[in-house]
């Protein structure tokens, strides 16, 4: 028989073939990634492809209009799960009857390219972990003493061209059920250790995933199409352990006073889990049949509580993890009821710094980067990671509640209502201000409507830091974060409070919003706190330039960048390369979902991670002095001068220093 050239893009892999051989089959044998689910029944439709006609000089290829032969009845009459793309062939169904040039579109390839905006991932390769094999098994016939297991197991190797997969204990049981009311058509689902974990009845092509990052407040969902890499739904939902304790330090207290309570924080997280999981699998109108895998990432309490370990030694130093290796378990292990997933629970980096921060470094790159990149994610701990693609190292620094809004006068969480943006007029000292949920500045038309006979009901951590900033900058404080009480001659804004000063923000309804002299010294020893811990990871580093800082997590996602340097948050560099990555961690935990290979990533990056421990690092309390200053009380601030005009250094010298460190334990405020 006639032999044809094909040339698949855009592998480029190439090779000869028999007249009449079909597309799937041609790629099968030169090793083309080419997707298959029902093994050319003509019903998953993943097989499609292009043909690419005309002359192909790359190649020395002239292909006819004819190359594949006419479309057979598979093709014209199908209604597969996938509709059939205008112009494009089933892959399974067209033969070769010339040479050809065969376009395999990323839809119809296993590892895909994946790109989503709305999540912050770069792209990446879809890496799956699972494949499904839609099977038709034949009835088993008297005389044939085949095994259930073993006319399973051939069918998917005769029909699908490939090695027989193991069907082990677990999935024995799921066998004659799928197959019966399959009325014997099932489709298998194997892992990458070619184990059979899933037998459903019929064609089912949508694996699912989900990706959780627990953190203290909050619990984040995605899930995704682990073939696609598409994120089908994402939903999150308050942590129940809320109610032993705001942060995370109290929870660990409450174990720590209550024998056998971390049994009941650990059904709480679970619990919450499972029932975020069920919502998105809601969201979608599918099964929990079909998750086959869970990722979870966290802080390292947060870790051991979902994991059901004590969480108390990680409470006080040295901070030692129970594990710091990278989990993988049966879900129903950790009471989600999710029948066929296995879970997989990312490493912690150090017994301060978690899981989060491991996916959160996935995500970003730090250790692929070729300048030093800087990431934070400021929460009541600050975790901060800092290096390029020769070094990282990693430490947290107890910041306390006050960038969360938490014990400042007028400070709340970010909720409706809640200022969160502050300038201040540099000659009147007169303020306007954005509140969540309102577009409008506080002195357009419409806000005070907008806000209700009570106005803003609050101010949230970002709205500190700009106000604070803005207070500077318009000469309000000095660099040492006193206010000036003398301006209460020139505007209404500034008030005696004691033997101190405040800063009127707003006094709708009666409702004062101020900036008292303790809140500017809360966010200055906060500051102060984060920037030590960060400056202290530059000194480990050989004081390389920074270039590339990244403010990653929910309060990172609203400080604006200017405002940051110039209240010092992060080192000077220029203005544009501050940025927001929103949650890097999630995103990670998405990529570790979908992809072997970022997993192993992730593990070895963790793995190579430098720690730092700023409790016992002697120059942390000198770098905590210098960091009391606004920007810095010895830090030049040469990019963040080119970019805005700043306030002369006060007269008073740099800051005195008054404010000490906090105690070295998680999430206590000092
Ligand atoms: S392989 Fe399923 S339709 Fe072609």
């Given at each position: 028989?006639?032999?044809?050239?094909?040339?698949?893009?855009?592998?480029?892999l190439?090779?000869?073939?028999e007249?009449?051989?079909?597309?799937?089959?041609?790629?099968?044998?030169?090793?083309?990634?080419?997707?298959?689910?029902?093994?050319?029944?003509?019903?998953?439709?993943?097989?499609?492809?292009?043909?690419?006609t005309?002359?192909?000089?790359?190649?020395?290829?002239?292909?006819?209009?004819?190359?594949?032969?006419?479309?057979?009845?598979?093709?014209?009459?199908?209604r597969?799960?996938?509709?059939?793309?205008?112009?494009?062939?089933?892959?399974?169904?067209?033969?070769?009857?010339?040479?050809?040039?065969?376009?395999v579109?990323?839809?119809?390839?296993?590892?895909?390219?994946?790109?989503?905006k709305?999540?912050?991932?770069?792209?990446?390769?879809?890496?799956?972990?699972?494949?499904?094999?839609?099977?038709?098994?034949?009835?088993?016939?008297?005389?044939?003493?085949?095994?259930?297991?073993?006319?399973?197991?051939?069918?998917?190797?005769?029909?699908?061209?490939?090695?027989?997969?193991?069907?082990?204990?677990?999935?024995?049981p799921?066998?004659?059920p799928?197959?019966?009311?399959?009325s014997?058509?099932?489709?298998?689902?194997?892992?990458?250790?070619?184990?059979?974990?899933a037998?459903?009845?019929?064609?089912?092509?949508?694996?699912l995933?989900?990706?959780?990052?627990?953190?203290?407040?909050?619990?984040?969902?995605?899930?995704?199409?682990?073939?696609t890499?598409?994120?089908?739904?994402?939903?999150?939902?308050?942590?129940?352990q809320?109610?032993?304790?705001?942060?995370?330090?109290?929870?660990?207290?409450?174990?720590?006073?209550?024998?056998?309570?971390?049994?009941?924080?650990?059904?709480?997280?679970?619990?919450?889990?499972?029932?975020?999981?069920?919502?998105?699998?809601d969201?979608?109108?599918?099964?929990?049949?079909?998750?086959?895998?869970?990722?979870?990432?966290?802080?390292?309490?947060?870790?051991?509580?979902?994991?059901?370990?004590?969480?108390?030694?990680?409470?006080?130093?040295?901070f030692?993890?129970?594990?710091?290796?990278?989990?993988?378990?049966?879900?129903?292990?950790?009471?989600?009821?999710?029948?066929?997933?296995?879970c997989?629970?990312?490493?912690?980096?150090?017994?301060?710094?978690?899981?989060d921060?491991?996916?959160?470094?996935?995500?970003?790159?730090?250790?692929?980067?070729?300048?030093?990149q800087?990431?934070?994610?400021?929460?009541?701990?600050?975790?901060?990671?800092l290096?390029?693609?020769?070094?990282?190292?990693?430490?947290?620094?107890?910041?306390?509640?006050?960038?969360?809004?938490?014990?400042l006068?007028?400070?709340?969480?970010?909720?409706h209502?809640?200022?969160?943006?502050?300038r201040?007029?540099?000659?009147?000292?007169?303020?306007?201000?954005?509140?969540?949920?309102?577009?409008?500045?506080?002195?357009?038309?419409?806000?005070?409507?907008?806000?209700?006979?009570?106005?803003?009901?609050?101010?949230?951590?970002?709205?500190?830091?700009?106000?604070?900033?803005?207070?500077?900058?318009?000469?309000?404080?000095?660099?040492?974060?006193?206010?000036?009480?003398?301006?209460?001659?020139?505007?209404?804004?500034?008030?005696?409070d004691?033997?101190?000063?405040?800063?009127?923000?707003?006094?709708?309804g009666?409702?004062r919003?101020?900036?008292?002299?303790?809140?500017?010294?809360?966010?200055?020893?906060?500051?102060?706190?984060?920037?030590?811990?960060?400056?202290?990871?530059?000194?480990?580093?050989?004081?390389?330039?920074i270039?590339?800082?990244?403010?990653?997590?929910?309060?990172?996602?609203?400080?604006?960048?200017?405002?940051?340097?110039?209240l010092?948050?992060?080192?000077d560099?220029?203005?544009?390369?501050?940025?927001?990555?929103?949650?890097?961690?999630?995103?990670?935990?998405v990529?570790?979902?979908?992809?072997?290979?970022?997993?192993?990533?992730?593990?070895?990056?963790?793995n190579?991670?430098?720690?730092?421990?700023?409790?016992?690092?002697?120059?942390?309390?000198?770098?905590?002095?210098?960091?009391?200053?606004?920007?810095?009380?010895?830090?030049?601030?040469?990019?963040?001068?080119?970019?805005?005009?700043?306030?002369?250094?006060?007269?008073?010298?740099?800051?005195?220093?008054?404010?000490?460190?906090?105690?070295?334990?998680?999430?206590?405020?000092?």
């Amino acid at each position: 028989m006639a032999g044809h050239r094909i040339v698949f893009t855009p592998s480029g892999l190439n090779g000869s073939v028999e007249e009449g051989t079909s597309v799937l089959d041609a790629a099968r044998s030169l090793g083309v990634d080419l997707d298959t689910v029902c093994g050319g029944r003509g019903i998953c439709g993943r097989c499609q492809v292009e043909v690419s006609t005309g002359v192909h000089a790359k190649w020395g290829m002239e292909v006819a209009e004819d190359a594949l032969g006419p479309r057979a009845s598979i093709e014209t009459d199908y209604r597969g799960a996938r509709p059939l793309v205008a112009g494009r062939r089933l892959g399974c169904a067209a033969r070769v009857c010339g040479d050809v040039v065969i376009e395999v579109p990323a839809e119809s390839q296993v590892h895909r390219q994946v790109v989503r905006k709305d999540l912050d991932l770069p792209a990446f390769t879809v890496d799956p972990s699972f494949t499904a094999w839609f099977v038709e098994v034949p009835e088993p016939e008297l005389g044939d003493d085949r095994s259930l297991a073993d006319l399973v197991r051939l069918s998917v190797r005769d029909q699908h061209g490939r090695t027989a997969p193991h069907v082990p204990l677990r999935a024995l049981p799921m066998l004659q059920p799928a197959i019966d009311r399959g009325s014997g058509a099932v489709t298998v689902v194997v892992d990458e250790g070619d184990q059979v974990v899933a037998v459903w009845p019929g064609f089912v092509d949508v694996l699912l995933g989900v990706a959780i990052d627990i953190g203290s407040t909050t619990i984040a969902g995605h899930l995704c199409d682990l073939s696609t890499g598409e994120v089908l739904a994402s939903a999150g939902r308050m942590n129940p352990q809320i109610r032993f304790g705001e942060d995370l330090m109290s929870r660990v207290s409450y174990v720590m006073m209550n024998p056998g309570g971390e049994a009941e924080l650990t059904a709480a997280v679970r619990t919450a889990v499972d029932g975020l999981i069920g919502e998105l699998v809601d969201q979608i109108e599918s099964f929990r049949e079909y998750v086959l895998e869970v990722v979870l990432v966290g802080n390292p309490i947060m870790h051991h509580l979902v994991l059901g370990l004590d969480p108390t030694p990680l409470g006080q130093a040295p901070f030692t993890l129970t594990t710091n290796r990278a989990l993988v378990t049966r879900a129903s292990d950790l009471d989600l009821t999710l029948p066929y997933a296995r879970c997989y629970v990312a490493p912690c980096i150090a017994g301060h710094v978690g899981a989060d921060t491991a996916a959160a470094v996935l995500a970003e790159g730090p250790h692929r980067s070729e300048v030093t990149q800087l990431l934070v994610d400021i929460g009541t701990n600050a975790e901060i990671v800092l290096g390029d693609r020769e070094r990282v190292f990693a430490a947290s620094s107890p910041t306390g509640p006050a960038f969360e809004g938490a014990q400042l006068s007028s400070g709340q969480r970010a909720t409706h209502g809640s200022i969160e943006t502050v300038r201040i007029d540099r000659d009147t000292l007169e303020p306007r201000f954005r509140a969540i949920g309102v577009d409008l500045w506080s002195d357009e038309d419409g806000f005070a409507a907008a806000t209700g006979p009570t106005g803003p009901s609050g101010i949230c951590g970002s709205g500190v830091i700009d106000a604070i900033a803005e207070m500077y900058l318009a000469g309000v404080i000095d660099s040492n974060g006193v206010i000036d009480g003398s301006l209460a001659e020139r505007t209404t804004r500034v008030v005696a409070d004691g033997r101190t000063f405040s800063y009127v923000l707003s006094e709708a309804g009666g409702n004062r919003i101020a900036i008292t002299q303790n809140d500017v010294r809360a966010i200055q020893l906060a500051k102060a706190a984060l920037r030590a811990g960060i400056d202290l990871l530059v000194e480990h580093a050989g004081r390389p330039e920074i270039t590339d800082v990244r403010l990653a997590g929910a309060f990172g996602a609203h400080i604006d960048p200017l405002r940051a340097l110039v209240l010092g948050l992060v080192p000077d560099c220029p203005v544009d390369r501050v940025r927001s990555v929103g949650n890097a961690a999630g995103t990670g935990a998405v990529q570790a979902l979908l992809s072997r290979s970022r997993r192993t990533e992730l593990e070895d990056a963790a793995n190579e991670i430098v720690k730092i421990e700023t409790a016992t690092e002697p120059r942390f309390q000198e770098l905590f002095v210098a960091a009391m200053g606004v920007p810095h009380s010895t830090d030049p601030t040469p990019h963040l001068a080119a970019t805005i005009n700043l306030p002369e250094p006060s007269a008073s010298g740099p800051a005195s220093g008054s404010g000490r460190p906090r105690r070295r334990a998680r999430g206590v405020p000092a």
